[in-house]
């Protein structure tokens, strides 16, 4: 009928686009990171002029600075454009997966969605005791005396352990501040807000970190009209990823991820 009756107007159209996956740099196709995105997201807030882009999240969070560099590639975007972005958590935005929701305008939630984790947190083992009982000796040699920091296989050392602490708040701090730079008065003053706490559904509302229990489809039709159109985004997978074949299913890349899920019983 458009083509016939040109100044019709067009029903509007929601973007969504699937951000799901542990954000990483590099490593397998279902990571989420800035450069595996760049064109994704460029896509979604151009193509047939939507009335907004709704991200749809499920993210137990990854790496802080692909967290940031995505992030500050929606609201780039978002402003370039003028668009209003709408986040849509599903199981889990927790740590760099809240990050990215706390980009967008406005925060969704499922009445279980897990949500927050606003901390840093690393992790890894000792192996010095099991090296002395097996005989083993380690050698290892550097030039500056920094440079085996928090080495696995030597007694843990105080003074690494200070040191990790203090780069830990250092990315902590800009954390919170981009939290507190996207939802201001929203949040509340709970004193554990950023301790690396979780809420789930309505619960997170309370707190300011999300806006509303509601799910995609019904919330951008009430913003929008019964007759909004969504167009779907999302990564491009491998051909051993689109028919399910895994590939080295036992490397510590994916035992890493399995980890990070687990923290949220997913």
């Known amino acids: 009928m458009k083509r ?4 019709m107007k067009s029903p509007p159209t929601v973007n969504v686009v699937a951000l799901s996956g542990v ?3 590099g490593g397998r196709g279902g990571n989420l990171n ?11 807030f151009k193509k047939g002029k939507p ?6 999240l499920n993210s137990p969070g990854g790496s802080p600075v692909q967290s940031s560099l995505i992030g500050a590639r929606i609201r780039r975007l978002a402003d370039e454009h003028n668009m209003p972005v709408f986040a849509f958590v599903e199981d889990v935005a927790a740590s760099g997966g809240y990050w990215l929701a706390a980009s967008a305008d406005e925060i969704y939630v499922d009445p279980s969605s897990i949500v927050g984790s606003i901390g840093v947190i690393s992790a890894s083992f000792g192996f010095h005791e099991l090296m002395q009982r097996q005989g083993v000796e380690r050698r290892v040699h550097t030039a500056g005396k920094d440079k085996s920091m928090l080495d696995p296989f030597r007694p843990e050392r105080p003074a690494d352990v200070k040191r990790l602490k203090a780069l830990q708040a250092q990315i902590h701090d ?6 507190k730079s996207r939802r201001g008065s929203k949040l509340s003053e709970d004193g554990v807000l950023f301790t690396g706490e979780i809420w789930v559904g309505a619960k997170a509302i309370d707190v300011g970190l999300a806006d509303a229990v509601g799910h995609l489809v019904p919330v951008m039709k009430e913003r929008f009209g ?3 159109r969504f167009n779907a985004f999302g990564p491009k997978r491998s051909l051993f990823q689109r028919f ?3 590939v080295l ?3 510590i890349e994916q035992l890493d991820e399995k980890a990070l899920w687990a923290q949220f019983g997913l």
């Open 4 to 7: 016939f009756i040109p100044f």
């Open 23 to 25: 954000i990483a740099a």
């Open 34 to 44: 800035d450069a595996g995105l760049a064109s994704l997201l460029q896509k979604a």
């Open 51 to 56: 009335a907004a882009v709704a991200l749809q």
């Open 174 to 179: 800009t954390f919170i501040a981009h939290v």
């Open 226 to 228: 019964d007759d909004v």
């Open 244 to 246: 399910g074949a895994r």
């Open 249 to 251: 299913t036992d490397t």
